[in-house]
Nanobody, 121 residues
Framework: QVHPVASGGDSVQAGGSLRLSCAAS????????MGWFRETPAKGREGIAT??????AYVDSVKGRFTVSQDNAKNMMYLQMNDLKPEDTGTYYC????????????????WGRGTQVAVSS
């Protein structure tokens, strides 16, 4: 199995935006549930967004600020992050084949190298 790879992390100021990308390396259409989780100093590992079967779900702390999307033609998934806050600082990972599909089971899916996000105040 090929592990998905996250990219696009950077250092930004609070209030800024970033778009993370996930190269799934396999046909995303067949992967019914994909998502993002992060590891932060404050909360450890936390599922933040899932997408699958035409639906999305977000953890409360990112609702209204983050948007997950996928491009099946390119086998890519994205996480648009707006109004970033210092507490968003951490390592972000993308996952595929999440089963069951939920924020708490994201790490049961297939995931690989993360990308670093640093938000300064």
């Amino acid at each position: 199995q090929v592990h998905p790879v996250a990219s696009g992390g950077d250092s930004v100021q609070a209030g800024g935006s970033l778009r993370l990308s996930c190269a799934a390396s396999t046909n995303t259409y067949s992967r019914t549930c994909m998502g993002w989780f992060r590891e932060t100093p404050a909360k450890g590992r936390e599922g933040i967004a899932t997408i699958g079967a035409g639906t999305t779900a977000y953890v409360d702390s990112v609702k209204g600020r983050f948007t997950v999307s996928q491009d099946n033609a390119k086998n890519m998934m994205y996480l648009q992050m707006n109004d970033l806050k210092p507490e968003d600082t951490g390592t972000y990972y993308c996952a595929t084949e999440i089963n069951p599909c939920s924020l708490v089971t994201i790490t049961l899916g297939l995931w690989g190298r993360g990308t670093q996000v640093a938000v300064s105040s």
